[in-house]
């Protein structure tokens, strides 16, 4: 079994499902008591979200490579980038390393036109939905990704950033996410991307009228299956 290094706690509410569902998988795929091979480093969110804010991307990008880095020198085989947000600096990440680093969007796009879809909406943080860096990504593998209006990412990106990172989900909020999915339903979105890894603990399958693809579950499942072989 190949060693999963993570780069996580972006946030920890997240990185703890991508934890869980590792071993999760591993126990399913391998039966008895077995689990998987992991290395999480955590980085504290507040200084990747302020950099985040303040349209520090490079620097982002600077402290990632490093853990990435400081991963692969303790044993790390294959590397996560346990958020969609910072894929923005994936290339960074990606050339201070020797070992691969699996891409969230090729996962997901891979798993949607497994699915015969090609034209879905974008749910995550504002800057998920509104920079090049994942559309274009999607795009290249030939899937069109809907954003909401300019009113719906600021909620959306509002409930991420005030409640789920902090370990909040509330029923109202599911409300307004059901909302802007049936919105983005109306505009042509045969599925929906759950975009932002924390996502998935407030919308599941029974919150859309479209197939929803949980993308921290589609990372962790690529991982586990190219850590087993």
Sequence with gaps: ????????????ESSQEYYRLANTLVRERLGGVHSARVLLDSVDFAEVEELQRTGRWQAAGELLAARAAALEAAGAELLLICTNTMHVVYDQVAAAVSV??????????????GA??????????????????????LAERGVTALVPGD???AEVHRVIYEELVRGVVADRSREAYRAVIARLVEQGSQGIILGCTEIELLIGPE???????????????????????
């Design 100 to 113: 691969p680093v699996l891409h969230l969007a090729d996962a997901t796009a891979a798993r949607l036109t």
């Design 151 to 153: 009113e719906d990412r």
């Design 1 to 12: 079994m190949r060693m999963i290094g993570m780069l996580g706690g972006m946030s920890w």
């Design 116 to 137: 015969g879809l090609d034209r879905v909406g974008l749910l995550g943080t504002s800057f998920t939905m509104e920079q090049p860096f994942y559309r274009e990504r």
């Design 207 to 229: 919150d859309s009228p479209v197939p929803v693809f949980p993308t921290a579950r589609i990372h962790i499942e690529d991982a586990v299956e190219r850590a087993l072989g």
